[in-house]
Each structure stands twice: as C-alpha cells, then as structure tokens.
C-alpha cells in the first residue's frame, strides 16, 4: 500500500514538472507575441538576452551576504543589492555572520508547558565567522548602500557572543504606489470559537480585546455574524507594515469604558481604510478569515483552495485542544502541501495542565508520520526571524518541515510582539517559479459582485502575465464551454485604484459589458493569443483515498476542489485491478464535470469532497 507520504511527494513532482513545462511553453508564446507586436524589432534583444542568461548561468554567483561581509567586493554592493531587491519584489533579509544551522531550532521544540531550551551551542554553522567590530564595519557598508538608493535598514535581531557576533537584517524599499506593495496571503483556520477573528482584530487594530469579543465585531460581514459571534463567510482583513517594520494600525483608541458608546460604532471608528493602510504600508498581510463551524466547512475549503493562501494560520484554543474541524483544517493545509502557523489561544484563561495537555497533544500530531512537521515554541524575537526565513524548507529527518507555535493572549497581549516580528519577516509567496510574470496573461475569479453605477466586478488571485486597464481579454468557460470577449474597465487592489496589476497580486476588475448573472466562480480570465483557451468537460486523475467509510467504484459523485473551481464530478473510468478503491488505495480515475465545462491545467492538485470521504489527486490528463 502507498503511504500518503510517498504519493504527496509523487504528486509534487509532478506538478513541478509540469508546472515547469507551461512555464517554458507560456513564456516562448509571450515572446513570439511581442516580437510579432514590434515586427521583429524585439530579436536582436532577445538574442542578447539569451546569451546573457547562459552567461550568467556557468558562472556560481556569491552569495551577497559574503559581498557584503568581504572588504574587497565593497563596490559590487550596490548593483548586488539592487538585483537581489527587484527580485523579492522590494524586500530582502540578510542573515549576517556565522548563523546556527537550521537544525538548531529543533532545539525550541521543549516539552508541552515548559519553557523552551535555549538552542545549544553547535559547532555547525553557516555563513562567514565575523567579529562584532567586522559585523558593524559590514552594517556600515551595507547603509551606505541602501542609502544610496534610499531603502530603509532595519535590525531584526543581533546576536554577540565573545569574539562571535551575527544577526539578521532586512532592507525595504519604499513602494512608490499600491502596484508595488509587498502582498503575502494568510488564510486563517480553526475549530469554531477558537479565537480567529478575535486575533485578527487585535493584530489589526492595535489594542487588545476586552474578554468579551469586542476586537472581533468589526471584522464581521453579516448581521447574524454579530450576534452569534461566529464566521459564516469568507472574510478578508488587511495588516499593513511600515518600510521600518513597524505595524500600521490606528493612533488612537475608543474609550470601552464609555458606557455611551455602541461596540460596533466604536470598532469601525478604531479601524482604518484599506487606502490608508496601503498608502502608509510597504508590505501587506492578507489575512483570510474562514468560518471554523461544521456547517461551513465547505466555504472554509473553497477558501484553502480558491484564494491561493501563501502560508496558513491554524488557531487552537487552549482551553479546547485540537478537537474538532480543527484536524480537518489541518489535514486540508497538509494536502495542499501550504506552510502552517499554530497559535494557541486564550492561555490566560486557560488553566496550566489543560495548556499542558492541549500543547502535548499539539506536538504529538504535528510530529506523527501524516504531518512530519518539527514544533517550534516562539518566545524571542530571534526565534520568530529564523522561522521565517526557514519556514516550508526541510530541516528535520524524514523531509520534516518547521512549524512554529506561538501561545498568545488577545486579552493580555502575551506573545503578540513575537507573532507581529513573524508576519513582517514572512517571505512573499509572489515568486517567479510559481507565478511567471512574462507570459500571458491568466487570473482565476473567486467571487463575483455587482457594484451600483459600476457593473459586474470580479476578485481572484492573478496566476501569469500582466494586465492593464482597458486590455482586452476573454472570460469563460460559460455555460456551454465557450469563452466571451471583454475588457477590464478598471482595477483595483486593496480597495485602492491601480494602473496595471501582475502575476500573483490578488486584484479586482470592473468588467465591461458583461452581466452579473454571466459570470460564477472558478471561471477565468485570458489575454487574447493565437492559441484559444479550452474548456474541460472531462479529465484524468492519480488520486489516493485518504478516507471512506466503504468503497468508491465507477459513476461515484463528489465535490471537486482544484483551485477556484468547485463543481460536482462523476468517475466514468476507474484503473484499480478490482475496479474499486477504498481508503488508503490509489489509482488512474477519469473524471467527469457533471454541470458544465471548466478551465483545469494538467498537474493542478484536486480535492474530493464527499461528508467525511476526503480524496486527494493531480491532474494528469485533459481528455477534452
């Protein structure tokens, strides 16, 4: 039998694979259609581009922590540190000296209710040995050219040891619109009172909550929401941070102890606008508030799958443990193979040997064979840093991956430092192998609006290209697979009016001429090529069973998740020599929509839901 381990990195492969195949095909149809658009005046540059490439690939670059940390390469700073900022989109952390290895935070993993252990001096270490004296003399240089080219420096952490002195660094430029705010996408998860949206809006707003929900009713979207205190909708909440780092929330707060005061009048006035937060900010977490309650369960997933979360936040309470949806939350961020972030929550109403036993029971799971993942307690800032930087890499045996824990109070603020410095550090998932800029132009719509004296306006998660207002592209697949020519009236991102957008921003469109009703979730929109987009009405799958109570044989029906697309499938053809599979089997399944044509790309992942049968699965064929 396949262990899901196996069969997740198989699919991995696979989808890297591919995924590497639609990028090389995508970006030489990008070429051809703008060497077409400027009647071959673009060759000559090409060429050269090419040939620079190569050049550039046999030479083994150094990293700039060395040229930044060696006397003799001072004059390459500059042009080092420019390229390494354009290619994390305005953001860059240097981890100056000779680091503790990964490994070393293994050491954080301290038993439930203890203190964590102070990571052990190792002798393994990366990066070049430097004094405190070489360190500053390294800083020094490393300002000058940041202010050269006016980007802010700021000091995570430093570490002095004797004659030993590393620490870690982060230079940020100053965005000169909303296009070029940093966007890193959070989605937020738990069991139902867990302390989600609570958290959210103390980490938000900047004040603490008052043990009553007060930090959470701004954050609701319906009326019904405010009076049972639980998510029901796919919420969306904004945390910028300034380019010193520093988190831009409101300046002042409402007296609570007014009794004249309405709770919700007062949360709206505390909160400010997302222009105001993108205009002050240069980096932006995106949080993503799921519902945590059963019913719901199936917005919680289409929100895991459709909004493209870069990292997820999984919230436990520590009165209650990881009970309920909480494991299914986590089963789902597992499969989608997306990092993890643990908080337990309410820790100073939670009595200690229920904590102990809700952190026990935590770290027992994080480490059993289905999660492999390594528990980090956070207490320090330096903790919180090297998390960042380490987070989704493999650091412990058997491909296991860092997981950090953060035990925090909304009511106290215990921790919250702690986790703020991690949001600030986290890298953007906006990167070139996962959203390719050149090459033509792709964006999924996960919901859908009509705007009074504005028209049908669609949200979504860009997946390739670059899109301006008035471009013309195509919208489908419709209702009988064909695809309907538009074009973006405007765009907006964050609420704030932009020029042009690319590949993985999570933008709106105002789209011209089309209505409401003529649009639905987990369609697309394509830039015009000479290659028109197909619809899939039936496709092939490597699927394994992760749980179902009986057997799954041929026309068996369940909801399939694969992106933003959420629609009901048939199996029409099933590869297993007993011709059914139960839980723990995989095989070769051919699929069937059963309303109407999507838009799927071989090497998507795919989710099958059906009450409690969980199916996990790539695309590996489109059959037509």
């Not at 909480?326 to 100073?348: F, M, Q, R, W, Y």
């Not at 390719?436 to 705007?451: G, H, K, L, R």
């Not at 639905?520 to 749980?547: C, D, Q, S, W, Y």
Request: proline residues 5%.
């Amino acid at each position: 039998m396949t262990t899901l381990r196996s069969f997740q990195a198989e699919i991995e492969q696979f989808s890297a694979e591919k995924h590497r195949l639609q990028v090389k095909e995508a970006r030489e149809a990008h070429a051809a259609a703008e060497l077409a658009r400027h009647h071959g005046r673009k060759k000559e540059a090409a060429v050269v581009e090419e040939a620079k490439d190569k050049d550039e690939g046999d030479i083994e670059e150094i990293p700039i922590e060395d040229v930044v940390a060696s006397e003799e390469h001072a004059d390459e700073i500059g042009s080092r540190l420019a390229t390494a900022l354009l290619r994390g989109h305005g953001e860059l952390v240097l981890a100056m000296g000779a680091h503790p290895s990964p490994s070393s935070l293994l050491a954080s993993a301290s038993p439930a209710g203890a203190a964590p252990a102070a990571a052990p001096e190792s002798t393994e270490s990366i990066g070049i040995p430097l004094s405190p004296a070489g360190l500053s003399a390294a800083i020094d240089r490393l300002r000058a050219a940041c202010d050269a080219m006016k980007a802010e420096l700021v000091e995570l952490y430093r570490v002095e040891e004797g004659e030993k002195a590393y620490g870690c660094w982060m230079v940020r430029l100053t965005p000169r619109g909303v296009e070029e705010v940093i966007e890193v996408r959070v989605a937020v998860v738990g069991n139902v009172d867990a302390g989600k949206s609570t958290t959210l809006g103390v980490l938000t707003r900047g004040g603490l909550d008052d043990g009553r929900g007060k930090a959470r009713v701004a954050l609701f979207r319906h009326p019904h929401e405010i009076e049972t205190g639980r998510t029901s909708s796919v919420g969306g909440e904004i945390l910028g941070f300034s380019p010193t780092g520093q988190p831009v929330v409101p300046n002042t707060h409402i007296d609570s102890s007014d009794p004249h005061q309405h709770g919700l009048a007062a949360a709206k006035r505390e909160k400010l606008g997302w222009e105001d937060i993108c205009r002050r900010a240069a980096k932006v977490i995106s949080f993503i508030d799921l519902a945590g309650h059963e019913r719901y369960f199936k917005t919680t997933l289409y929100g895991l799958s459709g909004c493209a979360p870069d990292y997820v936040m999984l919230m436990v309470g520590g009165n209650a443990g990881l009970i309920g949806m909480s494991k299914e939350h986590l089963g789902v961020a597992l499969a989608l193979n997306v990092p993890i972030i643990v908080c337990v929550t309410k820790i100073d109403m939670t009595p200690p040997n229920i904590l102990e036993q809700t952190l026990s029971m935590l770290v027992k799971v994080l480490r059993s064979p289905g999660c492999r993942r390594v528990p980090v307690f956070v207490d320090t800032p330096q903790q919180a840093v090297d998390c960042a930087r380490h987070i989704g890499r493999v650091v412990g045996p058997n491909g296991a991956r860092i997981c950090p824990i953060f035990r925090v109070s909304n009511v106290t603020g215990h921790n919250l430092p702690q986790l703020l410095t991690l949001l600030n550090a986290l890298p953007s998932g906006q990167t070139e192998d996962k959203f390719v800029v050149d090459a033509p132009f792709e964006f999924q719509i996960s919901d859908v609006f009509s705007v009074p004296f504005v028209g049908t306006v669609v949200s979504g998660v860009i997946t390739s290209g670059v899109v301006r207002a008035n471009d013309a592209v195509l919208l489908g697949p419709d209702s009988v697979g064909q695809f309907m020519p538009t074009a973006i009236k405007t765009i907006q991102r964050k609420r704030a009016p932009v020029e042009s957008a690319e590949a993985g921003q999570s933008v709106s469109f105002a789209l011209k001429r089309i209505r409401r009703n003529q649009v639905r979730k987990g369609m697309v929109l394509v830039g015009k090529t000479e290659t028109a987009p197909k619809a899939v009405k039936r496709f092939e799958g490597n699927v394994m069973v992760l749980h179902h109570s009986s057997t799954i044989q041929k026309n068996y029906q369940a909801m399939a998740h694969c992106g933003a697309v959420r629609q009901t499938v048939r199996i029409i053809g099933l590869d297993h020599p007993s011709g059914l599979i139960r839980t723990g089997d995989r095989a070769r399944v051919e699929f069937e929509f059963i309303n109407h044509s999507e838009y799927l790309k071989e090497g998507q992942l795919i989710l099958l839901r059906e009450a409690k049968t969980k199916v996990l699965g790539v695309v590996t064929k489109i059959l037509g």
